[in-house]
């Protein structure tokens, strides 16, 4: 019962009794031969992920394979190993450093748990809180640090408080640290200590032991997530049953074991997205929203136009008899004037990309056009965008106000596009002798067309992206959103200044 097992060297010695594996049967997915796939999941989280492997397999006939463990134990076993589908550690600290390194790629949170300090019912040693854990009478179980996340989160939390030293000193000599927070509560539970902390979701499963407050513990809530592993062979069905659990199916099994679990999205097999998305940026995000439907197995209606159009059809969905059904699940603007028009309808949006607005002119500039002021020369003929129905249009209108150009350049005015992609061909069809357009939209025209560029500090559009507040997919739209923000190259080829990255995601969520 005293015997202490070390924080460092003996870790391997465990590696083998702290994990376990579970098969949820089942062979083939719904996409036909697929593999088993193979979860790594901390023990503290058994309950809510052996019950949904269960139901997964018997919804969509995929076999979970599912190997219990201390989280930091599990995650050195796949530094070496390589291999895997899933990793769900009971801390979303183990995932910092994995994210865009050679382990991991998409994470989805599903719960928070905390910290508790549990004894036996009827607490016969009268513990009243942490400082009783330092008492020789009182025998302690926690977990390992180095193995679990819920001693390295309590570490962290008494350290913190000034109390982690005696404790410690306590734990080697009158009690003992186990591999998993499940062989703590089995050890409070079988009369072998005194006291354990453990997780007040694993607390709640076992009406049979009492949970104490802990002011110490209160800054220790962790996120339980889950990992899809860059070792996946199947990155799809991985992501399915990542989803599955972040779902509210997932949500209502783990609130029924104890966890307060995330406001998760609706579940489905292939879910469908809609995406509006201003016209400007087709040539940046065209690809990306390809390549990330295709891994997530999901159906993203993209609407290309312009924004004034699109604004104006959130606000016939929104106004009209269907109920708002039909409004788009996510949106990238042209600009956040479009964006801020409809603002109440969306959660906090975030700064994606800048787009320089310029003059288009025929090759050799013909007209010897070299500035804003040189559009009103009379008898030029230019054009421009349709301040209702897209963002050029209306940031033009603006950018020639705040010039003090409006009238003298719009008496040159003979055509207004209603989406920016309709401006630069009026310069190539020879239609007009220049136009105000974003430079992104005449890089598909280099051969015959020219750039002027406008010294304004009101000649730039920023695309700002967003999700709905009304989606039912706002955890999949954030996905989509960090693989935008992963599209740097994209972006810069189509002539973007990119900028995501440099703060929070989208609804205030981390940057990517």
Request: hydrophobic letters at 45%; proline letters at 5%; a neutral charge.
């Amino acid at each position: 019962m005293r015997t202490r097992l070390a924080c460092g060297a003996r870790i391997a010695a465990f590696f083998g009794a702290a994990l376990s594996l579970v098969s949820c049967g089942g062979r083939d997915g719904p996409d036909g031969g697929t593999k088993p796939l193979l979860v790594f999941c901390a023990a503290g989280l058994k309950a809510p992920v052996e019950d949904l492997a269960q139901a997964f397999r018997k919804e969509h006939g995929v076999e979970v394979q599912i190997q219990y463990g201390g989280s930091g134990t599990l995650l050195a076993s796949l530094k070496v190993s390589r291999s895997g589908d899933l990793y769900l550690p009971a801390d979303a600290s183990y995932l910092d450093d994995t994210q865009g390194g050679p382990l991991v790629d998409e994470i989805l949170p599903l719960a928070h748990q905390t910290p508790v300090l549990a004894v036996r019912q009827g607490n016969p040693l009268k513990i009243a809180g942490v400082a009783d854990l330092a008492r020789p009478d009182v025998r302690v179980s926690l977990a390992n640090p180095e193995a679990a996340a819920i001693g390295r989160v309590v570490r962290e939390a008494l350290r913190a408080a000034g109390a982690w030293d005696a404790v410690e000193e306590n734990i080697r000599a009158h009690g003992v640290f186990k591999p998993t927070v499940n062989e703590s509560l089995n050890d409070l539970k079988l009369g072998a200590v005194d006291a354990a902390v453990v997780w007040d979701s694993l607390a709640r499963q076992h009406p049979e032991i009492e949970a104490l407050p802990a002011p110490e513990f209160a800054h220790g809530r962790a996120e339980v997530s889950a990992a899809v592993l860059k070792s996946s062979a199947q990155p799809t069905l991985a992501l399915r049953f990542a989803r599955y659990l972040n779902s509210r199916v997932g949500n209502a099994s783990f609130k029924r074991n104890g966890f307060e679990p995330v406001e998760g999205d609706a579940w489905a097999w292939e879910p469908e997205i809609t995406f509006f998305c201003g016209a400007v940026n087709r040539r940046a995000v065209d690809e990306i929203i390809n390549a990330f439907a295709a891994r997530e197995g999901v159906r993203i209606n993209t609407v290309y136009n312009g924004c004034g159009i699109l604004t104006g059809q959130m606000k016939a969905i929104r106004e009209g008899p269907s109920g708002g059904q039909g409004f788009p699940d996510i949106y990238l603007a042209c600009d956040r004037y479009y964006l801020d028009n409809v603002k109440d309808w969306f959660q906090d949006g975030v700064d994606v990309s800048r787009a320089a607005i310029v003059i288009a002119v025929q090759k050799g500039n013909p007209s010897g056009i070299r500035s804003l002021r040189d559009l009103a020369r009379p008898g030029l003929r230019v054009a421009v965008g349709q301040p209702e129905q897209c963002t050029i249009g209306a940031l033009t209108r603006t950018m020639l106000e705040k010039e003090g150009l409006y009238d003298a350049i719009m008496s040159n005015v003979v055509m207004q596009a209603a989406s920016s992609a309709m401006i630069v061909p009026t310069v190539t069809t020879r239609s007009v002798d220049a136009a105000i357009a974003y430079i992104t939209d005449t890089l598909a025209s280099t051969q015959s067309v020219e750039v002027v560029t406008i010294e304004s500090p009101f000649a730039v559009a920023v695309q700002p992206f967003a999700v709905a507040r009304s989606s039912d997919h706002k955890y999949l739209g954030q996905r989509l959103f960090r693989a935008i923000a992963a599209g740097r190259s994209s972006f810069e080829k189509a002539g973007f200044t990119f900028t995501a990255g440099a703060g929070g995601g989208p609804g205030g969520t981390p940057a990517p």
